[in-house]
């Protein structure tokens, strides 16, 4: 396991919530990241399956799609001699730092996160948020500051909790002495990649391109893609920089002398957009059949992904344990009488 020459490496926390299979989205904003800085960093990766359920309390659905998903995470290149993959709920230590870190966490600046405040505005009832939700930045900062992690590479989108996590590091030395060092965001390069409609890629809209998806699937999807808005004919000139299938071109397509050609002829007016359309879907099939192939196997081999999560589950443990231990001591309580 990655705890075998951790020494010298500095470490990386990350989390994506329990959502099954993988979609582009979901690759291009974390996972693939994830997969390059294992070798340079000591890296844990956690199925965030409690903040799951700050939406939606029913976890019927969980154990399914945390397969569903360490199976695509490793698919796509997570592999396990590298880096440590646990879940949240397996290492109960995150529950204890969560609620002593709650403590220190003024509401103000919960109320003022970007992604609570929008679900607060949608709600006037307030029947359907739960007080978990209101939490889920400070469980973030007990998953994050529990293994002393330097780096976080998340989305854009998480930025703001990260920089709750900051805050709420910061305060927690000062009152009870220094215990953990102050985690950095490290954000994804790619460009962002927009779903069909050219929203944000996400399960929720139903705009997404999931990895494991057929051939005929992704075909499919491909074709629905909105182009450049401001081209409205096909002979006339486009604007690839404006456009998502460019992008996505630029990504996915291995023939590489096709980009300059591509994005000559369109701006030209003399390359439609349903031809870059099945050009893309092609290029993107024959990208993802790695992928495709390596989960079949993984998914015919389930035992072999519950014994990587449960070594992973026994590394994370390890590691919080030992931190759990020292904040007790500065915080002094749970020391008062002997339990032997
Ligand atoms: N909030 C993250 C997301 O929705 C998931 C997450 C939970 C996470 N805990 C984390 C990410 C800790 C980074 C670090 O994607
Ligand atoms: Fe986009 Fe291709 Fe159409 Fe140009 S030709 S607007 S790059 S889909």
Redo the contacts with the bound molecule.
Sequence with gaps: MADTKAGKKKRI?????PTGRIHLGNYEG?LKNWVKLQDEFDSFH?V?DW?ALTNNPDAAHIHADTLDMVIDWMAAGLDPKKCTMFIQSHVREHAELHLLLSMATPLGWLERCPTFKELYRDDDERKGLSYGMLG?PV??AA??LIYKAHF?P??ED?VP?LEITREVCRRFNKLYGKVFPEPQAKLTETPRILGADRRKMSKSLGNHIVMSDSPDAIRKKVLTMITDPKRPRKNDPGHPDECNVFTFHQLYNKNRDRIPEIEKGCRAGDWACYDCKQELATALVEWLEPFREKREALAADPDFVKDVLRQGNLAARRAAQAVMTEVREKTTLGSLIADD
């Design positions: 926390l990350s989390g994506m919530r974390a956690m965030a903040h889920y469980l973030q998953d994050i976080v998340v989305g998480q909790h």
